[in-house]
């Protein structure tokens, strides 16, 4: 199992950022990926960004440009710079991991997630 804890979610007006954690715990064997995903209410889940083990990045179209998603392989974390936040970006935000065991099986794991919230 491995386990993935959030920082970093509040209160923030329009225009303003900030800055998401994740760390990853437990019986890592390889991560292949990490990213975020967020869900506002009444809507699906989307995904926000994520970023590969070799380092490539993929954005939502709507967050490109304000948001940057970065990692520490070595630690196991994921960070997500959020700057000119709009509320819109208002939505619980959750971590994911992508893991692949000794055996190869892939499991994909969740965060419990963390809020944000952008007045306007």
């Known amino acids: 199992q491995v386990q993935l804890v959030e920082s970093g979610g509040g209160l923030v007006q329009a225009g303003g950022s900030l800055r998401l954690s994740c760390g990853a715990s437990g019986s890592i064997f390889r991560i292949n990926a990490m990213g975020w995903y967020r869900q506002a209410p009444g809507k699906q889940r989307e995904l926000v960004a994520t970023?590969?083990?070799?380092?490539?990045?993929d954005y939502a179209v709507s967050v490109k440009g304000r948001f940057t998603i970065s990692g520490d392989n070595a630690k196991n974390t994921v960070y997500l710079q959020m700057n000119g936040l709009k509320p819109e970006d208002t939505a619980d935000y959750y971590c994911?991991?992508?893991?692949?065991?000794?055996?190869?099986?892939?499991?994909?794991?969740w965060g419990q997630g963390t809020q944000v919230t952008v007045s306007s």
């Open positions: 994911y991991t992508s893991h692949s065991t000794r055996l190869g099986t892939l499991n994909v794991y």
């Open positions: 970023i590969t083990r070799g380092g490539n990045t």
